[in-house]
């Protein structure tokens, strides 16, 4: 197996560092292109999605895919363009890959909007009420297109944490709010659960086909709880309550957005497909855990 990372930002590279551990697999190295969040990178020595030459890639020229390459793993977000690995290597020259068996993509939850409180799985389908949401739902389908002949496995990732970028962060940087709006929880998903899942699905020889996968731990919340729980553990007064109605004026478009969604997402059935269970089921051992990593008493 070889396994291709396009994306190596926070999540990206928590995954190239777990399968970095395994002799049978090639991740690419901390060198990514300036393009999407944490950009885009790519093994050596590359053999092109056409023909071309090998080494280096800059931003403006064609993308390329090894094609000793088996497994594909594509972080990087969509833009007003589409995907951007597709936008740029194009789909035929992947659906030519010679080698390559399973594709791994990581959307979002928001695909499916607002359900007002309700619960979503993995059969659920996709109501997008954002523009981000909808080109997330249009990179999904056009990764989906080459399922007929590949195992095709769309992650759809709830709130990303951990160390680096969690309540801690933004309590000890004074910039949490406690907003208060009842029953708006949301699921969350743990850095390295993420990167375990995707270990998981990529040990798994599976048929053709597309495959829906949710990332979330199993206990949305309230953010204001899950910041009251992060100031405990840290011994420091939480931010004062700011009601929703009171702090949405301030708002910034994309916050807006956030809030006018509610939704629960259900992981049962991906954690029994991909044979776990979450390392950090809730945001309490997923804070307890990055503390512990902070102080240098072992790994979250």
Known sequence: MRLMIFGLGYVGRAVAARVGNWPDLLTPPPDPLPQGEGGLAQTSPPSPCGRGSGGGVAASQQLQLPEQATHLLVTAPPGERGDPLLAQCGLDALAAAPDLRWIGYLSSTGVYGDRGGGWVDETTPPAPSSERA?????????????ADRRAVDIFRLAGIYGPGRSAFDALRAGTARRIIRPGHAFGRIHRDDIARAVCAAVRQDRAPGTRILHLA????????VVIAEAAA???MAPPPEIQFEAAEPAMSPM????????????SRATQEQLGLTWLYPTYREGLRAILREERGEGLA
Request: proline letters at 3%; hydrophobic letters at 45%.
């Open 217 to 224: 731990d199993d206990e949305p919340a309230e953010s204001a």
């Open 134 to 146: 909808r080109r997330r739902v249009a990179a999904e389908e056009a990764w989906s297109v080459l």
């Open 255 to 266: 916050a807006r957005s956030f809030w006018a969604e509610n939704r629960k997402v259900s």
């Open 233 to 235: 553990l840290l011994g």
